[in-house]
């Protein structure tokens, strides 16, 4: 219980300061994550990437997924069905969007792949640490969708990278069993540490 609760102070810390960034410092801040992503290890050698379209005060990905497709990379998307299941479908600069019930925009059309078939996740993250740890909206559809990757000894793929801005960075985030650890966390911070498992 207390542990819960520490997780649920944690959150709604993070979602504050996030929440609170100046848009323009929000702007300066998701290009230069996204410049950091698009120049990584992960994006550079992938071709089936997934990554989220944002929403609200998140870090904006547009860039990544535009440079995807220039670089003739295909982009998938979340689109989370009942029983709290995430699944990916692939997103087209023409693809026709609608918004689910949390209001996340989704593709109606377009291929769905497995999640085991992906290089490459950029996820966002509510908050994060050091150790790669995250904490998302508590829902639970990231771990689920990716809890084949627990009983894995070597990390082959996909790479799981979040994304957040510097200020939602805490010091020690405690995992449950059932938590899924980032491989990489790409920030804005100035002393950014490239750091993956």
Not at 4 to 13: E, F, G, H, I
Not at 118 to 138: C, H, K, S, W
Request: hydrophobic letters at 40%; aromatic letters at 10%.
């Amino acid at each position: 219980m207390k542990k819960l609760r520490a997780m649920k102070d944690l959150r709604a810390t993070a979602l504050r300061a996030r929440r609170e960034l100046d848009p323009d410092v929000r702007e300066q801040a998701s290009a230069i994550i996204c410049q950091r992503v698009i120049r990584s290890r992960e994006f550079v050698s992938s071709h089936f990437i997934a990554c989220f379209l944002p929403m609200k005060d998140e870090v904006d990905t547009r860039d990544i997924i535009e440079r995807a497709w220039r670089a003739n990379k295909r982009i998938f998307v979340p689109v989370l069905r009942a029983g709290r299941k995430m699944l990916f479908r692939e997103l087209c600069p023409d693809s026709p969007l609608e918004q689910d019930f949390f209001g996340i925009w989704e593709p109606t059309t377009g291929d769905f792949i497995s999640p085991r078939n992906l290089d490459m996740v950029v996820t966002p993250t509510v908050a994060f640490d050091d150790e790669n740890n995250r904490i998302g909206m508590g829902s639970g559809y990231f771990d689920r969708c990716f809890s084949f990757l627990r009983h894995r000894k070597h990390w082959f793929r996909p790479k799981l990278v979040g994304v957040a801005f510097a200020c939602q960075k805490v010091e020690k985030i405690a995992p449950n069993a059932w938590d899924i650890p980032l491989y990489r966390v790409i920030s804005d911070a100035p002393q950014h540490s490239d750091s993956a498992h």
